[in-house]
C-alpha cells in the first residue's frame, strides 16, 4: 500500500475517522489502533514478514528491559551484543548475504579459484533498514543510560511500526517519538491543517517532480551510450530530482500524515539543494539517517576529535557506511566514497560547520559567491548521484567520461517519444518555488493556504505522471 | 474538529471543481484538434466522400499506399493505426458513419488482429477525449470494465491516460504542432532496418471463431451499403510454415489470404512489417485484383 495509491486514500480517513471519534478514550486505545492499523498497512506488502517485524519488536523490547535491570555490566553487555548481531544478522542475511557471497566468489575467481556460492532466494522484507535502526538506537540508548526502558509493550511496539514511518523512515528515536505515544493525543486543528498541506506537497514531489523526472532520467542512463553531453547532463539532473521528490515527497507524506493523528515526526529534510557546501548537503538529506550515522557511529569512533587519520578514517567509515546502508551494491559504496571525499577538505580546515544559518540573498557580490556556491554544491551532488543511480561502476564512469569527451549540445529525441529538455521549465518552477518558501516546512500552509492547496492539486492532476507509474525508491532500501 | 472537517470538505469540493474545469478546458482543446491525428481528425471533421476507406492495425497503416489508389482515380484515406486492434477499428467506422461519411468501399486487414477482441488502451485512449461528444464512442466503451470512471468522473480519463491525452498532448494541440499521422494521406512508409527483428513466432496464434468487431465492422458495412473487402496482409519469411493464416481463411472463408504477395525478407523493415517498396508491390496487387478499371 503506497501513500500515493487508492487504498491508503481509503485507508487513512478510516483510521483517521476511528481513532478520533471511536479509540479516544485514552493513549493505550489509541495506540491499539495504530499498532493494527500499522500492522495491516505492513501485511499489505508481504504479510509474512510481519512476523521479523514482531520478532524485531520484541528482541528490543525484552533485551531494553533485561539491559536495564541488569545488575552487573557482564550482564548488560550480554543482552545488548545479543540484540545488536540479532538486529544486525537479520539485515546482514536479508540484504547483504547475496551481495558478500557474490563479491568473495569473484574476488575468488579473479584469483583463478572456482567458486560458486551459495545464495539466498529471498526477497529483502520492506522497511527492514528502518526499523532495524529503529531498534538499535533504542537499545544503544538505554546501554549508555541515555534513556529509560520501555515497560509498556504497546507502547513500545508502535514507536517500532507506526505505520507512517515504518517502511521507509523518517528513523526516529526512543527521545523524541516515545514521549509522545506515551500521553493521549488531543486533536489540535492547526497541526492537522499543517499535516493536509504537508501531504499534498508530498503528492506534488512524488507524482509531479520525482515520477516525471524518472520518466526522462531513466530514458537519458538506460540509453547513456547513445547519449550527447547535454541530455547526459539533464539525466543527472533529472535524477537528482527524482530521488529528492521521491524520498522527500515520502517524508513529506510520512510527517503529514502522522500530524494528523497529532504525533510530530523528525525533520527528513530541509531544501537540500539549496546548500552551500557539502558539510550542509548532509545536514539538510535524509537528516534521520545523517544524525543516526553521526551519534551511534561517528561519534562513538571518536568523531573529529582524534588526530588527522584518525579524523579521516572516521570520515570514510561514516559516509561508506551510510553509502552501503543503501544497498548491497558496490555503486552505493564509490557514492559514499565520494561524499567523503567531498566533505573530507571541509573537516581538515574546519569549514564544515560554516554554513549554518539560512541562504540570505540580496544585492551584492556576496551574494554572487552564495549563488556559485549552491550551484557548486548541486554539481558536485549531481555527479555522486550518477553513481548512485548506474548500474555498475564501470557505467557511472563511462556516464561522467562521455559527459567530458561527447561535447554535441544538440537536443535530442529520447527513446520515450520526449524530447531530452520538456521538463526544465517545471523543475525550474519547482525549485523556485521552493526557494522562496525556504525558510518554512512547505510553501503550502500560511496565507492564502486553499487558493495554494487549489493549486497544487491542480498540479498533481494536470502534471503528474501516472502512466509510468514509480513506487517509491526508498522503499528498496 | 468540525472545522477540520469542514476544512477536507472544502479541499475535496475545490478538487472536484478543477476536475471539472480541467476536463471542460482539455475537451474544448480536443475538440479543436484535427491534425494530430487520425482519430481527433474524424472526429472533428466535416462529411466526407471516400471510394476506399482503409482499417486496421500498423499492418495496414504501413502496407497500403494511398497514392496508389488516389492515382488511380480512386478517393482513398488509410485509416489504419499502429497498436490498434479490431476495437478500434470498429469505432473507427462507426465515428465516420455518425460524422455521415459516405463511404463505398473498405479494406479491413484483418489478420493477426482476429487473435483478440480486446481494447488496445494505447490507441482506445485517444477516442476518450470526445466520450461526452459522440454517443458512438459512449456507445462502444460502455461493456468496458472501467467504463464508469471513465465516463463520470471529471478528468479521470485523462490522468488514466496522461501519457496519450494528458497535458503533453493537450499543450502539443496548442502549440499546433502536427505529427506525420495524416501525410502520404494516412499511410506510413517504413524503410529497411539493419537491426529490423525478423522473427515472429505465430505457431500458438490462433483467430477467434467470431470476432465481435470483425463482425461488427462487416454487418456496419452492409447496413450501410458499403463493400467489404477483408485482406491477410503479407509476413516474412520465417512465418512460413505457420499456419495462422490457413487457420483465419478456415474461420473467415471471406477473407483474401494475401501472405505470400511479398514474401523475401529484404521487403520487409520487421516480420510483420513491408518497407515501402513491399507496400507498393502489394497495393498494386490489390489494386489489380479489386479496382481494375
Known sequence: MFFNSLAFAIFLPIVFFLYWFVFNKNKSTQNALLIVASYYFYSCWDWRFLFLLVFSTFLDYYTGIQIEKGKSEKSRKFWFWLSIIVNLGFLGIFKYYNFFAASFAEMFTSFGFKVSPVLLNVILPVGISFYTFHGLSYVIDIYYKRIKAEYNFVDYSLFVSYFPLLVAGPIERATHLLPQVKLKREFDLEKAKEGICQIVWGLVKKVVIADTCAVYANAIFDHYTSMNTFSLILGAIYFAFQIYGDFSGYSDIALGVSKLFGIDLLRNFNYPYFSRDIAEFWRRWHISLSSWFRDYLYIPLGGSKGGLWMKIRNTFIIFIVSGFWHGANWTYIVWGFINAVYFLPLLLSNSNRNNIDSVVLKWDLESLKTIFSILFTFLLTCIAWVFFRARTISDAFLYLRRIVTDWNFSLQYLDNERYNYEIIVMVGIFVLVEWFNRTKVEPISGKNSLLKIALAIMAIIAFGTYSDYKEFIYFQF | ?293
Not at chain 2, 80 to 88: P, R, V
Not at chain 2, 147 to 168: A, M, T
Not at chain 2, 270 to 290: N, P, Q, V, W, Y
Open chain 2, 1 to 293: 474538529m468540525k472545522k477540520f472537517l469542514l476544512y477536507i470538505v472544502k479541499i475535496f469540493v475545490v478538487t472536484a471543481l478543477i476536475a471539472v474545469f480541467l476536463d471542460g478546458l482539455y475537451t474544448y482543446i480536443f475538440m479543436h484538434s484535427k491534425n494530430r491525428g487520425k482519430i481527433e481528425s474524424v472526429v472533428n471533421s466535416e462529411v466526407q466522400k471516400y471510394d476506399v476507406v482503409i482499417l486496421g492495425s500498423s499492418r495496414a497503416n504501413n502496407h497500403f499506399v494511398s497514392q496508389m489508389f488516389q492515382d488511380k482515380g480512386i478517393k482513398t484515406f488509410n485509416y489504419g493505426m499502429s497498436g490498434g486492434h479490431l476495437f478500434e477499428a470498429s469505432l473507427m467506422l462507426k465515428l465516420m458513419i455518425e460524422r455521415k461519411y459516405q463511404i463505398k468501399n473498405v479494406i479491413l486487414e484483418a489478420d493477426l488482429n482476429l487473435s483478440n477482441d480486446k481494447q488496445s488502451e494505447g490507441v482506445s485512449a485517444k477516442f476518450l477525449p470526445f466520450i461526452h461528444n459522440s454517443e458512438v464512442i459512449k456507445k462502444h466503451f460502455e461493456h468496458e470494465k472501467d467504463f464508469n470512471e471513465l465516463h463520470f468522473i471529471p478528468f479521470y480519463r485523462y490522468i488514466k491516460y496522461d501519457s496519450k491525452i494528458g497535458f503533453r498532448e493537450m499543450f502539443k494541440i496548442v502549440k499546433k504542432e502536427e505529427t506525420n499521422a495524416l501525410d502520404n494521406l494516412g499511410f506510413y512508409p517504413l524503410k529497411k532496418h539493419k537491426n529490423g527483428n525478423m522473427k515472429n513466432n505465430i505457431v500458438s496464434l490462433n483467430p477467434l471463431p467470431h470476432n465481435k468487431y470483425y463482425e461488427e465492422i462487416k454487418s456496419i458495412c452492409k447496413k450501410n451499403n458499403i463493400n467489404f473487402i477483408a485482406v491477410m496482409t503479407p509476413m516474412c519469411e520465417n512465418v512460413v510454415g505457420m499456419n495462422y493464416f490457413d487457420k483465419v481463411k478456415k474461420a473467415y472463408p471471406e477473407i483474401h489470404n494475401y501472405e505470400n504477395t511479398v514474401i523475401e525478407d529484404k521487403y520487409f523493415s520487421s516480420c510483420g512489417h513491408m518497407t515501402d517498396e513491399g507496400a507498393k508491390m502489394f497495393t498494386a496487387r490489390i489494386l489489380k485484383d479489386f479496382f481494375k478499371k
